[in-house]
């Protein structure tokens, strides 16, 4: 995996929220006109609270031990981070591409998940907490 400390402050910030989970920190880095995409919806979801909303969702379904980013590739204000975990038994691979602007906060964040059966499995995992948050 490309060192985090090699990563951009933006994607550092990123891990630094994954790890910890602090809501201020994820309110820092999300821009008021984020766009969220999700595997699971076709449309865009846009705004910085709807894709908060979306992203602690996912740190809930996906946050466990298991979760790990395993490789990372970056550009002058985007990144790709590959991420790997088992979701109810089945092999979950997936990537986040993220952009962000000039002051740092993210404007753009995307999922993408494979296989189609591990996606099918978080799907209903994510409406679930999405219903109650």
């Known amino acids: 995996m490309t060192a985090v400390s090699d990563a951009p402050p933006t994607i550092a910030a990123w ?4 790890a910890g989970r602090d809501p201020a ?22 705004g910085k609270a709807t894709t908060m909303k979306y992203l602690r969702a996912a740190m809930e379904v996906l946050g466990t031990p298991d979760f790990r980013y395993v490789e990372g590739w970056y550009g002058e204000r985007s990144a790709v981070l590959e991420f790997t975990m088992t979701l109810e038994g089945k092999a979950l691979n997936g ?11 993210i404007t753009s964040f995307r999922v993408m998940v494979r296989p189609v059966k591990a996606l099918m499995a978080l799907m209903p995992a994510m409406a679930a907490v999405l219903e109650r948050v």
């Open 15 to 18: 891990h630094d929220y994954v």
């Open 25 to 46: 920190a994820l309110d820092a880095l999300i821009d008021e006109d984020c766009v969220f995409q999700s595997p699971a919806v076709h449309t865009p979801q846009v």
């Open 95 to 105: 990537v986040d591409i993220i952009h962000w602007n000039e002051a740092g906060r």
